[in-house]
């Protein structure tokens, strides 16, 4: 199975960086995601990752260590509307979802 | 593209009762997965499909639950005999086995069940 930790919420003002943690144990790894969730809407897809390092996508990165379960996602120029939930998700080797309970990001100008 | 589409948005039963749930995913897509979400947590993993196959059935799902898809398009999330515990968003997801891989969820339908 897999057990997947993130913080519960974080806040930060507009224009500043965030960093979000997640920590996995994992029975099988094939790839660790990121999914944005504005409340009330569905989780859309922001990064992945397979390999060691850092994937930059715009004002979004996300990185991993696999050998010490580690994934983190940084929120550059932050904006109102990044306010939502992080969700931190890993994938078995038989393509199987697992998600973490999601952070919150708050967003005050 | 017309995305992953889940009918209907919104139930509202009674204890006792059965509802089932339709989710279409993207038409090239051969995995659909089910998901469960409350609110503040993420989404739970329920069942998912490789075509017509079902892969994997979570073990805390009750055999109340139970998912079909028959042709390997569509499929249908049934519960039978709900309870008030069963009151969640249910979340569809469909994907491609290659490339990322990644999920493409629908907008969900809420139970709510009094």
């Known amino acids: 199975g897999q057990n997947i930790d993130q913080p519960t919420e974080m806040t930060a003002t507009e224009g500043a960086i965030v960093q979000i943690n997640c920590t996995y144990q994992?029975?099988?790894?094939?790839?660790l995601f990121w999914y944005q969730q504005h409340a009330g809407e569905a989780p859309t897809f922001l990064s992945y990752n397979v390999l060691d390092g850092l994937e930059e996508k715009g004002r979004f990165s996300s990185f991993l260590s696999r050998s010490k379960g580690y994934s983190y996602l940084l929120l550059k120029e932050l904006q109102m509307k990044d306010s939502a939930s992080y969700l931190c998700?890993?994938?078995?080797?038989?393509?199987?979802?697992?998600f973490g309970a999601g952070t919150t990001v708050t967003v005050r100008a | 593209d017309t995305g992953v589409s889940q009918d209907p948005r919104h139930k509202i039963t009674k204890r006792g009762q059965n509802v089932t749930f339709r989710c279409d995913p993207i038409?090239?897509?051969?995995?659909l997965y089910w998901y469960r979400q409350t609110l503040g947590q993420g989404p739970e993993f329920l069942t998912y499909f490789q075509n017509e196959a079902q892969l994997e059935k979570s073990r805390l799902l009750s055999n109340r639950f139970s998912a079909e898809r028959p042709k390997g398009s569509f499929s249908t999330l049934e519960i039978q005999r709900t309870e008030q515990g069963d009151s969640a968003m249910y979340l569809c997801?469909?994907?491609?086995?290659?490339?990322?891989?990644?999920?493409?969820f629908g907008e969900g339908s809420r139970l709510t069940v009094l």
């Open positions: 994992t029975s099988g790894f094939n790839g």
């Open positions: 998700a890993v994938r078995d080797p038989y393509f199987k979802l697992s």
């Open positions: 997801a469909s994907s491609r086995v290659r490339d990322t891989g990644e999920l493409f």
């Open positions: 038409s090239e897509h051969n995995r």
